[in-house]
């Protein structure tokens, strides 16, 4: 857990993002992730108290999982806001998770912190894939950069809501 969690899950809530409807811009982030780092699954999530939830995904229904099942939740405590996961089989922290050994199966992940303006992590831009592979550094500088234009539409959209609420 973060050291400043209730500020954190405060700031993610003030989002107003979790459980919404699916948006074009998120969409794109998630397109154009798969396409840089030439991955088959490309997801938007956020990490609520006890649950990751998926604003944009492609090639999964669902990233729906238990916070001490995800990969995300790890993301955001990671050092320098990227994890990387080469080879998930490999790595004894991951090696027995139910989305390593069962449905997605996977075998690789990286991924972004998505921060607020205050610097709280509440969720991630990540690529995953069902075989083992590397991502260059290239490659993980795009997700930081998805990641930070990411952060700033969420903020542009908290505000827009706030200004119609306001006009109303």
Not at 91 to 101: E, G, R
Not at 142 to 152: E, I, N
Request: charged fraction near 25%.
């Amino acid at each position: 857990m973060p050291p400043n969690e209730p500020a954190r899950l405060a700031a993610l809530h003030d989002l107003e993002i979790l459980d919404t409807a699916p948006e074009d811009l998120y969409d794109d982030v998630v397109k154009l992730a798969a396409a840089i780092c030439e991955t088959p699954i490309a997801l938007i999530n956020f990490v609520d108290a006890d649950r990751q939830w998926g604003k944009a995904l492609i090639g999964l229904d669902s990233s729906e999982a238990t916070r001490d099942a995800s990969f995300c939740a790890r993301t955001i405590v990671a050092q320098d806001d990227v994890l990387i996961v080469e080879d998930t089989l490999a790595d004894p922290v991951w090696a027995a998770s139910a989305q390593v050994v069962g449905a997605p199966h996977l075998r690789f992940y990286a991924a972004a912190a998505i921060r607020t303006e205050a610097g709280h992590a509440v969720g991630t831009v990540c690529v995953a894939d069902r075989s083992a592979r590397t991502i260059s550094d290239d490659q993980i500088e795009a997700l930081r950069a998805l990641a930070r234009q990411t952060s700033a539409n969420l903020r542009l959209r908290r505000e827009s809501k706030r200004l119609v609420e306001a006009d109303a």
